[in-house]
T-cell receptor
Framework: GQNIDQPTEMTATEGAIVQINCTYQTSGFNGLFWYQQHAGEAPTFLSYNVLDGLEEKGRFSSFLSRSKGYSYLLLKELQMKDSASYLCAVRSNTNAGKSTFGDGTTLTVKP | DVKVTQSSRYLVKRTGEKVFLECVQDMDHENMFWYRQDPGLGLRLIYFSYDVKMKEKGDIPEGYSVSREKKERFSLILESASTNQTSMYLC??????????FGPGTRLTVT
């Protein structure tokens, strides 16, 4: 099965940089997702890492180390609208590729 | 744009009632998923389907069943609703790539 850990809450200041970590133990790994979810809304896709390394997409970057079972989401130039929950999810290479989600990290951006 | 719709945003049912949650996607995706989301427990997979009339149990299938008679529609059924099934229910669909597209969610309250 999958076990995914990420911090419950984080707080950061507008304009700053924040890193949200995710560690996982898995019996079969295909890739790792990051989703953003604003309160009361559905999750929206941010990134998917399959290979080790950093992938950058605008203000957001995602890093993966498969050997360490570790990923992080890096948010730069924080804006108030970045206040949301950030979900880490691991996709299995078995079971029809189902994904297991972490509990999410609630990020609060303060002025 | 991919669109995933769910039949209701809010639903209130009584204990013991049979409840149907409907999900429809318009992008001819093969894979569809039902999750529930609870504070502190994250997103948990109930059932998924990778083809018409095919279904697989997720991590918490007890008390639920599903139906996929047509490719675009995936229904979640609570045979006899109980108070511990009060939750946010999220449907998602995915094609042969990796990104899951989520519906807006149904907040179900069982009294």
């Amino acid at each position: 099965g999958q076990n995914i850990d990420q911090p419950t809450e984080m707080t950061a200041t507008e304009g700053a940089i924040v890193q949200i970590n995710c560690t996982y133990q898995t019996s079969g790994f295909n890739g790792l997702f990051w989703y953003q979810q604003h309160a009361g809304e559905a999750p929206t896709f941010l990134s998917y890492n399959v290979l080790d390394g950093l992938e950058e997409k605008g203000r957001f970057s995602s890093f993966l180390s498969r050997s360490k079972g570790y990923s992080y989401l890096l948010l730069k130039e924080l804006q108030m609208k970045d206040s949301a929950s950030y979900l880490c999810a691991v996709r299995s290479n078995t079971n029809a590729g189902k994904s297991t989600f972490g509990d999410g990290t609630t990020l609060t951006v303060k002025p | 744009d991919v669109k995933v719709t769910q039949s209701s945003r809010y639903l209130v049912k009584r204990t013991g009632e049979k409840v149907f949650l409907e999900c429809v996607q318009d992008m001819d995706h093969e894979n569809m998923f039902w999750y529930r989301q609870d504070p502190g427990l994250g997103l948990r997979l109930i059932y998924f389907s990778y083809d018409v009339k095919m279904k697989e149990k997720g991590d918490i299938p007890e008390g639920y069943s599903v139906s996929r008679e047509k490719k675009e529609r995936f229904s979640l059924i609570l045979e006899s609703a109980s108070t511990n099934q009060t939750s946010m229910y999220l449907c998602a669909s995915r094609d042969t790539t990796y990104e899951q597209y989520f519906g807006p969610g149904t907040r179900l309250t069982v009294t």
